[in-house]
């Protein structure tokens, strides 16, 4: 698939720089030590739990950022499927390279594996229905990247990337300016004299708020922890006026429940904070 825009060379070099880092500070000395410098290897990412296979991509690009000599052959690429007993590339060159890239390299596709597998999982509950799986912010510190990158590669849809790049009027924000009416026109106000290009979204708690937010005319309305009931009732106030987005402690049983009732988006944190890593090893070819 296509790398997502937000993941670009700038911020996957700065992510890879600053992880190898923390790593290896001044050095790998278990490697250091024992292997030769010029001595030449390779290895294979082994499959170890079935999985949709993410940061293959990722993995050629560690790689290639620390040793632009290494060189990958892929043999299943971000979004496929992969069984236990698959080899999903082959990686060959200084085994010093290899060696000192090998755990970063996992974490990363183990992780993003994971998340992959459990969007695919949750997003197949949708089939057939017209409602996209969005994901959260609700992401690793510095890992963000990787994470909304593997729901995409699950075939989720990703949500804003971070603060700046959408408005969405929480309770809090709400709370703090009295109504979701003043909200939204100090947002609107912020967004003219700004001169930026940002869709309103407002977080709703009940019909009232609901009613409110149709008023105040935003691009998307949440729907907060609302039951399914409720849920059918705001989408059918909302009337397609705006997008409509359902929230708060979505599970996997729930998805197709609250897909009838017609809303434009499920969002749920669990794709990345609830996923399971797939177990993946690199070993050497003998």
Not at 176 to 192: C, F, L, Q, R
Not at 251 to 267: C, F, H, M, N
Request: charged residues 30%; proline residues 1%; contains cysteine.
């Amino acid at each position: 698939m296509k790398r997502p825009e937000y993941a670009t060379d700038k911020v996957l070099k700065q992510f890879i720089k600053n992880a190898l880092e923390e790593d290896i500070q001044d050095g790998d000395h278990s490697t250091l030590s024992t292997i030769p410098k010029d001595l030449q290897q390779s290895a294979k990412l082994l499959v170890k739990e079935n999985c949709i296979l993410a940061g293959v991509e990722l993995a050629e690009i560690i790689f290639k950022t620390f040793d632009k000599n290494l060189k990958v052959e892929r043999f299943i690429r971000d979004g496929e499927v992969a069984k236990v007993g698959d080899t999903a590339f082959i990686v060959t060159g200084s085994a010093r390279s290899i060696l000192s890239t090998e755990r970063l390299v996992l974490n990363c596709m183990q992780r993003m594996s994971g998340i992959a597998t459990l969007t695919q999982d949750w997003d197949s509950r949708l089939v057939g229905s017209k409602t996209k799986l969005l994901d959260t912010r609700k992401t690793t510190p510095n890992f963000r990247v990787c994470e909304k990158w593997a729901v995409a590669i699950g075939g989720g849809t990703n949500h804003r990337y971070g603060l700046y790049d959408m408005i969405m009027l929480k309770d809090n924000h709400i709370d703090y300016n009295g109504s979701i009416t003043n909200a939204v026109k100090m947002a609107k106000d912020y967004v003219k004299k700004s001169k930026k290009k940002l869709k309103i979204e407002v977080e709703t708690r009940n019909l009232e708020e609901v009613k409110e937010a149709i008023s105040a005319k935003v691009d998307r309305i949440m729907l907060d922890n609302m039951d399914v009931a409720t849920m059918k009732k705001a989408v059918k106030l909302i009337n397609g006026v705006c997008e409509s987005e359902a929230s708060g402690g979505i599970t996997r049983d729930q998805l197709k429940e609250i897909a009838s009732t017609g809303v434009t988006y499920i969002s749920a944190g669990a794709l990345t904070h609830s996923a399971s890593n797939i177990d993946l090893s690199l070993k050497a070819v003998k």
